[in-house]
Structure formats: C-alpha cells, structure tokens
C-alpha cells in the first residue's frame, strides 16, 4: 500500500464530509476580527482562502494572497489549548437543598473533535500538554476526556512568519510525529494539491473514503522542497546548546533588568502561548447563599498575584516575573518534563505590544556569559 497520496483540491470538501459522516465536528482556521482564529467549519469555504500573514515583533497583519491556497499562513493568536485546555471550566457546583446540600461535579460531555491544519509546532505542544496533564502519578481526568476524541489532522508549513523559529527547536516545520493525517499543500504550475500520508490506524481509514491517487516520487519530492524551503524561511532562530545550564548560571544577569523596562506584564505571551498551562481557582456565590460554583480559569505568573502567599507575592517586580516565565519555558520545565517548554511558534514575540523577542533575550544572555567567561579566563592568564 503506498504510503502518500494525492488529494486534488476539488475533492477537499470530501474530506470534511467524511470527518462530519464519522461523527467528528470539525475545528481548524477561519478568519475573525481580522486575524486567523479555530473555530468550527461546515465547509471550505470557511477557511482562510487566498489569505496570509505577516507577522513581526508587536506586529499582525492579513494579507491577500495571489492565489487560492486553503493554508498559506503560519498561525494566528489561537492554539489548541483552547479546545483542550479551555480558558474557563467549570469544575463543581454546590446548591441548598433544603436543610441539605447537592453537589454536583462538572465532567466534559463526551466528543469527537478534528483539529484540521494543526502545525508541526502546535503537534509538539500537544505532546507537551499531554505530558503536563496525563504524564506522572496525577491525571487531570477532564484534559484526559477531552484529549480521547481528538483526531489530528497536520498541515506542514508552506512557509514561515518573521517570528517562526521552530526548526531550531526541532518542532518543525514539518510534521513527523503525532498525527493522525498530515498534508503538504501544493499550489504550481496552475495545479493545487494535497500531498497527504497517514500517521495512524484511524487516519488511513478516512484516507482509504476519499478520493485519493497514490503520489509519485515527483510529487513527494515537490512536498519535501516546499519542507526545506519553509525551514530557510524562518526569521528568528534560537541557540539551544546547554540553554539550560546558560540560564541557571545567569539568574542575575543585567538583561533581566532591561527587559522588565520593557515588559508591560500584560500576559499576552502566556495567553497565545501553546503550552502555557497556570490556572487559579475561583468560588462564587448567589447573594441569597442557595447556590455556589468554583470555576478553573487560565492565570499568568506575569500576574503579581499569582505568586501571592501569606505575607505577600514572590514575585513581586516586573524583572523577577519575566525571569521566571523564561527561565520556566526554556530550563526548569527540562527539570519538570524532560523538554523545553517552547515549540518555536514566535507567538509570544508577534503578540508582545512591545514587541519582546524570546530568541533575542536568550542571545543577548548568551553574549553577556561568554564575554564575562572571556574576561574571567585573560584576567586568569594575566595573574
């Protein structure tokens, strides 16, 4: 059986009728309020056709492409989390019952979701989110429902915004693991196909309902060109080697001062970001004291008062709050998970009002180290 097929785009409305016929409600990319958001779609049509992004630090714009590619952006402020980490849960409810109280747990209902376009780097932040929430001793049982009835379907990037850098994370831009489907769009020489393949057992059984071709070699060298010329694309990078022992080693580095005169601690980087996960726990209550509910809701430790103990936050400076969402995402979540937690998206630089560049603060980390290693070593050969 081959292992690639060709999916013309005439046909691609079979795909989501196939998905819709399994039982599936399909999620992936549509416009809104003038950006590339995830939301539920009936047809094609709902998708951002002929649409692109330009992307920088601080900075998002729609752009009208010169053809009718389906996926021709990188990817907008909205990640998966959403679906399977939501912002607000609900997580009981508690209500008088005459002299009595019922309580009543709330478990999500049950579904099957298809995440139609999931990039490279959003499937590595899934897997990292997985680890979070349903790796060790303590399951979080309403991610675990959640997550069970979710099919993968993987769109390889046909290119790259000026804040991408997941080839240096190794988290794209094509995907190689943790797919259910994945597909490289072809748009050339008046010609617009898919190149798909199947990552599981489910996935080549939606594949085999659809009207496929099996590919050639020349198709798949065309997909393969379309993977390396995205990966040149990209417009930051990121200098990974010993980051970890790089960041411990500079806790009291200058450049943490100077990206808290920067710094608004918005949240906006944690809000966009793929696997960002805080929460805090919050209790209301009627005025009449009947009915009470406690709600989980997505937190920021850029909040002072998240860090909030007896006595008063640890965190209590803009430097002490950013130090410690970047010393988390790129050395003590290596601790926790055994990963990084960033997959290179360049979300948290595109959605930062100011503009903070996550690559930039680590080079600029690393300059400091090697230059005070340097000085160390001539005052050392000096003495």
């Given at each position: 059986?081959?292992?690639?097929?060709?999916?013309?785009?005439?046909?691609?409305?079979?795909?989501?009728?196939t998905?819709?016929?399994?039982?599936y409600?399909?999620?992936?990319?549509t416009?809104?309020?003038?950006?590339?958001?995830?939301?539920?779609?009936?047809s094609?049509?709902?998708?951002?056709v002929?649409?692109t992004?330009?992307q920088?630090g601080?900075s998002?714009r729609l752009?009208?492409?010169?053809?009718?590619?389906?996926?021709?952006?990188?990817v907008?402020?909205h990640?998966?989390k959403?679906y399977l980490?939501?912002p607000?849960?609900k997580?009981?409810?508690?209500?008088?019952?005459?002299?009595?109280?019922?309580?009543?747990?709330?478990?999500?209902?049950?579904?099957?979701?298809?995440?139609?376009?999931?990039?490279?780097?959003e499937l590595?932040?899934?897997a990292?989110?997985?680890?979070?929430f349903?790796?060790?001793?303590?399951?979080?049982?309403?991610?675990?429902?959640?997550?069970?009835?979710?099919?993968?379907?993987?769109v390889?990037?046909g290119?790259?915004?000026?804040?991408?850098?997941?080839?240096?994370?190794?988290?794209?831009?094509?995907?190689?693991s943790g797919?259910?489907?994945?597909?490289?769009?072809?748009?050339?020489?008046?010609?617009?196909?898919?190149?798909?393949?199947?990552?599981?057992?489910?996935?080549?059984?939606?594949?085999?309902k659809?009207p496929?071709?099996?590919a050639?070699?020349?198709?798949k060298?065309k997909?393969?060109?379309?993977h390396?010329?995205?990966?040149?694309?990209?417009?930051r990078?990121?200098d990974?080697?010993?980051?970890?022992?790089?960041?411990?080693?500079?806790?009291?580095h200058a450049?943490?001062e100077?990206?808290?005169?920067r710094?608004l601690?918005?949240?906006?980087?944690?809000?966009?970001?793929?696997t960002c996960?805080?929460?805090?726990?919050e209790?209301?209550t009627?005025l009449e004291?009947?009915h009470?509910e406690?709600?989980?809701?997505?937190?920021?430790?850029?909040?002072?008062?998240?860090?909030?103990?007896?006595g008063?936050s640890?965190?209590?400076t803009t430097?002490a709050r950013?130090?410690?969402?970047?010393?988390?995402?790129?050395?003590t979540?290596?601790?926790q998970?055994g990963?990084?937690?960033c997959?290179?998206?360049?979300?948290c630089?595109?959605w930062?009002?100011?503009?903070?560049?996550i690559?930039?603060?680590v080079?600029?980390?690393?300059?400091?180290?090697?230059?005070?290693?340097?000085?160390a070593?001539?005052?050392?050969?000096?003495?």
């Open positions: 059986m081959p292992e690639h097929f060709i999916l013309q785009r005439e046909h691609f409305q079979n795909l989501l009728d998905l819709h016929k399994g039982g409600e399909v999620v992936g990319p416009i809104r309020e003038g950006a590339v958001v995830y939301e539920h779609l009936n094609v049509r709902d998708l951002p002929g649409w992004d330009e920088d601080g998002y752009k009208k492409r010169s053809d009718a590619a389906l996926f021709g952006y990188a907008g402020p990640s998966w959403k980490h939501p607000a849960v997580l009981w409810q508690i209500t008088r019952n005459g002299n009595g109280l019922t309580i009543q747990e709330e478990k999500p209902a049950p579904q099957k979701l298809a995440f139609l376009g999931v990039r490279a780097c590595h932040a899934i990292i989110q997985d680890k979070v349903l790796g060790g001793d303590f399951v979080d049982a309403n991610y675990q429902r959640r997550r069970e009835g979710v099919l993968l379907i993987a390889n990037c290119q790259a915004a000026k804040t991408c850098f997941c080839a240096s994370m190794n988290a794209g831009p094509q995907a190689t797919f259910d489907l994945a597909m490289t769009e072809v748009l050339e020489d008046g010609n617009h196909y898919f190149v798909m393949e199947a990552g599981t057992a489910a996935g080549a059984e939606i594949l085999q659809l496929c071709q099996a050639t070699e020349q198709h060298q997909a393969a060109s379309i390396e010329n995205t990966a040149r694309q990209m417009g990078s990121m990974t080697a010993g980051l970890k022992e790089l960041l411990y080693r500079n806790y009291e450049r943490w100077n990206v808290a005169a710094c601690t918005c949240g906006n980087c944690t809000m966009v970001c793929p996960f805080c929460t805090t726990v209790d209301a009627d004291g009947e009470a406690r709600w989980q809701k997505w937190d920021s430790c850029f909040s002072v008062d998240f860090s909030y103990i007896h008063g640890v965190r209590n430097k950013y130090r410690q969402w970047m010393t988390h995402k790129l050395a979540w290596i601790d998970f990963s990084s937690g997959v290179g998206c360049g979300r630089i595109t930062c009002p100011v503009g903070i560049d690559t930039e603060e080079r600029a980390i690393r300059e400091g180290d090697l230059e005070k290693q340097n000085a070593e001539t005052s050392h050969g000096n003495s």
